[in-house]
Every structure is written in structure tokens, then in C-alpha cells.
């Protein structure tokens, strides 16, 4: 028990994941897909956040100058998943900013977003 | 010294042009295709002068912004890669000399659009093939991948709905691979590629590094459309623009079957891909599937493009067939095929989208002596065919033998038998477009164009480059006990030799 609680970051971007994924999958409707999409997405970068984090650690920021001096990575939160991840969210805007072009092209076209009701439509 | 530089440059060109594209056009329309071809022929020049370097013996570690490794992002060039980017970045120019005229008649308001994203797209494989990162594969997946994704949505009336599910089915397949990446990070603390391959075997056993590999190959595999994984590939491929298939087709799968290649035998050694993990066997079945079942459905199609696409699935069970068989032979095959095979289909696709310009369809059933109106397009398009059947001297028959020989040095008779059974499986559906075209005279009055067999043969800009692709494929095949020996020896992996 106490392992599910400690761990729930983890938990939750594994749920969070099935839950986008069942979105792409079972829905119907374009626009839920890319919801779908967007969440499936969003626990990837939850999941990168969630490594980075320590207990009682500062911001990676060096205060005093001390170049001489060794850095005690401990006492600092790791900024590289992070930094990962911004270029991570970038690429996803990108991807939804394509997707929802193309579902707006879909939409010109076949009047609906249902999915049954396009593949009927362009037989 | 510029030479030193091209590791880089042949990323920032394509790059750079891209932005510029949109400015140029401001001036003159005409001015985008130009430069698009100078950014290109540029490229190449620098993609040969690395294989140059590479062949002198020395691989190329070029460390960006002066950071090295494992801190900074660094390029890394072997054997493997050397081979790549000539034919990547070849088969872009010729491809964007041709689609001048194709793009003017099919899609003329987005002229530019095209020519900007296809020079954001040659950016992304590139970059696949160069870096030496984990995550900056991942970026450069991505750049590749949207791009196709906005190039394959401007297409005939399938095509929305086609790009849609391919952007649904590429994120999954990034995200798995991203995920993967995250889960090696954890474990090793970098995304380096040699830094990985020197930690990662003391932590072999454990089920987190088993599981990265696992979402690795999956979310690559669909990137590559490797069988069951293929479903976005033939809707794709068909409803895009012909220009972008004869890109597409022949290079983005390719470039994504090099990025899980090198993660099983570069990030991950190939005792732990064969021999701590089943993936060996489950890669054989697959491709043995994947091959059959590729040639069946083309087979069934009467669409050229559909039946092309749905051959690319098989001959990317090919490329894993090779892999998969794990023998020095088998592997050499299946680089070799990889390059025989982008050369075959992009000239494949080519004419069809010569046919398409001229004839405006692409009906099998309605070539009905289409030879005469184009003899020549029709003729690089029977020198691409033979080759995808195996018929000496063409380049496909090479490919083809090395992995027939890696079948049965490894004792998988089933596998030869599925070889040589999918060969005539590609000469049927082959011949029967071959038979159409120039056996059965044409019906006056049937099919308008086609009626009288005047000449009407694609114009020079597009004849070009698919006779440049036809003639590669013969110059290829003549010549691939050298590019075994000189190249290809050398980027199999040092432990299975």
C-alpha cells in the first residue's frame, strides 16, 4: 500500500496513458482522438518531471560562484528532464497544431467528424 | 575548412533554406524551387564528401558548440550512416527536380508550401542520420514526421482522413519511443548513444532497460510501418501528392528501420538484442508475415500507388528478415536492400507520377498500351520492377541474394522458402501492370488519352530523375560486391562478424 502511495506520480501518468490511449482507439469522433492524443502526450511529460524530482532539493541555480568548488548534485532538482521536456512540448504543440489543421480540412470536406460518417461519405 | 564543417552543414542547409523559402518566393514564385535545388545539390556535395572521409578510415565525432560528449549533442558518422546520407540526400534532389511540374499541375496554389516543408522534411532524415543523441533523434523523428504528416494532407480527396490517422498512429509510436528513451535516462543517467552502449551491459538483467528496448522497437516499428504496425502506410502513400510519395516512400520508412537498427546494435549490443531477449525470432516471424501478406494485398489492388504501397510492406519485412537473421550475410542483405529499395520505389513512384501527370490517372486496368504514348517513363518503370522481382543484373537481385544466403546459413529454410515465394509473388503483380501496358493494344474511344498511342511522353524535368533512379539501379547492381566490400563489411557490427 504504502508503495501505491509513495509512487503515485508513476500510477498516475500509467493511467493517464491508458486513458489517452483508449481515447485514440475507442472514440469515434476526430477531436476526441486529439484529445486523446494530447493526454497520451501530456503523462509522457509527467512521467519526465516526475524522475527529476528530489526531496528537500533547490532550484539548479549556482548562487555563490563556486566554480572551485565541487558541485553536490544531491541538493539540486535535475534540470535535464525538464529541459527535455520543454522541447518535448514543443514538438507536441507542433504535432496538435498540424492535427487540428488537418481535422479543420477534414471538416471543409465531409461536413462531420464522425468517423463512420466519413468513411460512409467517401465510399 | 569547410570540409570539416559538413557534418553540420548538411543539417543547417536544409534548415536554413527552408526559412528562406517563403522569402524568396515573395520576389518570384520560381525563385523557392531554385533555391530549394542549390540548398539540395549543396547538401549532396556534402554528404559525399563525408562517405569520402568515412572510407579514408576515420569516423567523423563532431561535438556541437564545442560541448563534448557526453554533455553536449554530438554527431556521430560511421560506416553505416556514410552509407545513408548519400542516397537520402541524392534521392531528395532528384525527387525535388522532378516535382517542379507535377507539383504545378496537381497542387499549383501550393507551390511554395511544398517546397518549404520538403526542405524541413530532408532536415528531419538527416538529422535521424547523423545524430549520435538519443533525444535528438527523438526531435529530429518528430521534424520528419510533422512535416509528412502537412505534405501528405494537401493531396487528392483521401487525403485528410489518411494524414489524420497517420498523425495519430506517428504520435504513439514517438511517445512510446520517447517514453523508452526516459526509462534508459533513469537507469544510466544519459542520453548519449556510445555513453549508453558503454553502461547499459551491467544492467542488462534488468526489466526496466528490457521494457525501454521494448517501447523502442515498438513505437519505431511504427514509424517504419513494420507488419502489423502498417495500417497509416497504404492510405498514406496513395491519397498524397505524387511528388510526396515518391519521397515518402522510398526514404522516411528507411531512415526509421537505420534509427532501430542502430539502437539494437549501436545503444544496445546485439547479444543482448539476439540472445537476452527473443527479439531475433519475433523480428523473422514478423518480417516472414509482413512479406507475404504485403504481396498478397498488392495483389488485390488495382490502384499503382495503393499496389506500390503495399509493397513497401513487404519489402520492409525484407530489411528485417536481414536483421532479424542476425548473420553478417543476412545483415549486409538487408543494408544493401535498403538502398536498392529506396532507389526501386522512388522510381516506381515516379512514374506513376509521370502517369499521373500526363494521363491523370492510375487505374492498372486502363494502361492499356501506355507504352506507346511514353516509352521511356515505361521503360525505367520495367528496369524498377525487375528489380523488385530480383532479376540479375538489376540491384534487387543482389539484395535479395545476400539475405537467401544469410536463410540458410542460419538454418531458417521456412524463411528462403518465403523469399523465394514473395519473388514470385512480386513478379506476378508486377507483370501484370507490365502485361497491361504494353501486350494489350489500346481500345479506340475506351480511354481518350491513351487512344492513337500519340507520343505524349513526360516532360524532361520529371524523365530525368526516374531515368537517373533506373540507371542508379542498374550502376548499383553492377557494382555492389564493391559497395559491400568497400562499405558495408565495415558497418556490420564487430561481434557478428
Known sequence: MEYLVNNYNYWIYILMMMIGFYAMIGKKNLVKKLIGMNIFQTAIILYFVSIAVKSGATVPILINHAFNTAVDPSKYANPLPHVLMLTAIVVMVSTTGVALAIVKMIYNRYKTLEENEILEAGK | ?497
Not at chain 2, 98 to 123: A, Q, W
Not at chain 2, 210 to 234: E, M, N, Q, S
Not at chain 2, 343 to 368: E, Y
Not at chain 2, 378 to 401: E, N
Open chain 2, 1 to 497: 575548412m569547410i570540409g570539416d564543417q559538413s557534418p553540420i552543414l548538411i543539417i543547417i542547409i536544409p534548415l536554413m533554406s527552408s526559412f528562406l523559402v517563403p522569402l524568396v518566393a515573395w520576389l518570384r514564385r520560381e525563385l523557392s524551387f531554385v533555391l530549394t535545388i542549390a540548398a539540395l545539390g549543396a547538401t549532396f556535395v556534402c554528404s559525399l564528401d563525408i562517405l569520402a572521409t568515412v572510407l579514408r578510415g576515420d569516423n567523423i565525432h563532431y561535438s556541437l558548440g564545442g560541448w563534448p560528449p557526453p554533455w553536449g549533442i554530438e554527431i556521430v558518422i560511421d560506416h553505416l550512416n556514410a552509407y545513408m546520407l548519400p542516397f537520402v540526400s541524392g534521392i531528395a534532389l532528384l525527387v525535388g527536380i522532378y516535382s517542379r511540374r507535377s507539383l504545378l499541375k496537381e497542387i499549383p496554389d501550393r507551390f511554395v508550401h511544398f517546397y518549404c516543408l520538403y526542405l524541413l522534411l530532408t532536415t528531419g532524415l538527416l538529422g535521424m542520420l547523423v545524430t549520435g543523441d538519443m533525444f535528438n533523434l527523438f526531435v529530429f523523428l518528430e521534424i520528419s514526421s510533422i512535416t509528412a504528416y502537412a505534405l501528405i494532407a494537401i493531396g487528392e480527396d483521401g487525403a485528410p482522413l489518411a494524414a489524420f490517422n497517420y498523425v495519430i498512429l506517428g504520435t504513439i509510436g514517438a511517445s512510446l519511443y520517447l517514453l523508452g528513451v526516459g526509462y534508459l535516462y533513469i537507469m544510466t543517467g544519459t542520453l548519449n548513444m556510445a555513453d549508453l552502449r558503454g553502461l547499459l551491459p551491467e544492467l542488462y538483467g534488468s526489466p526496466v532497460i528490457r521494457i525501454a528496448f521494448a517501447f523502442i522497437t515498438v513505437g519505431l516499428g511504427i514509424k517504419i510501418a513494420l507488419f502489423p504496425l502498417h495500417t497509416w502506410l497504404p492510405d498514406a502513400y496513395t491519397y498524397a501528392p505524387s511528388a510526396v510519395s515518391a519521397f515518402i516512400a522510398p526514404l522516411m520508412t528507411k531512415v526509421a528501420a537505420y534509427a532501430l537498427i542502430r539502437t539494437m546494435f549501436t545503444v544496445f549490443e546485439p547479444r543482448f538484442s539476439f540472445e537476452l531477449l527473443p527479439v531475433g525470432t519475433i523480428l523473422s516471424v514478423v518480417a516472414g508475415i509482413a512479406i507475404i501478406v504485403g504481396s498478397v494485398m498488392a495483389i488485390a489492388q488495382r490502384d499503382l500507388k495503393r499496389m506500390l504501397a503495399y509493397s513497401s510492406v513487404s519489402q520492409i519485412g525484407y530489411i528485417f528478415l536481414g536483421i532479424a537473421l542476425g548473420n553478417r550475410l543476412a545483415i549486409i542483405g538487408a543494408y544493401l536492400h535498403i538502398l536498392n529499395h529506396a532507389l526501386m520505389k522512388g522510381c516506381l513512384f515516379m512514374v506513376s507520377g509521370s502517369l499521373m501527370f500526363r494521363h491523370g490517372m492510375r487505374d492498372i486496368f486502363r494502361l492499356r498500351g501506355v507504352h506507346r504514348t511514353m516509352p521511356w517513363t515505361m521503360a525505367a518503370f520495367v528496369i524498377a520492377a525487375l528489380s523488385m522481382i530480383g532479376i540479375p543484373p538489376t540491384a534487387g537481385f543482389f539484395s535479395k541474394w545476400y539475405l537467401l544466403l544469410g536463410t540458410i546459413e542460419a538454418n531458417q529454410w521456412g524463411l528462403t522458402v518465403v523469399i523465394l515465394a514473395s519473388s514470385l509473388l512480386n513478379a506476378v503483380y508486377f507483370f501484370r501492370v507490365i502485361e497491361k501496358a504494353y501486350l494489350e493494344p489500346s481500345h479506340v474511344g475506351e480511354n481518350e488519352h491513351l487512344a492513337g498511342g500519340i507520343r505524349n511522353e513526360a516532360p524532361i524535368s520529371m524523365l530525368l530523375p526516374t531515368w537517373i533512379m533506373a540507371a542508379a539501379i542498374l550502376v548499383i547492381g553492377l557494382s555492389s560486391g564493391k559497395i559491400v566490400s568497400s562499405v558495408l563489411d565495415a558497418a556490420v557490427p564487430k561481434v557478428i562478424q
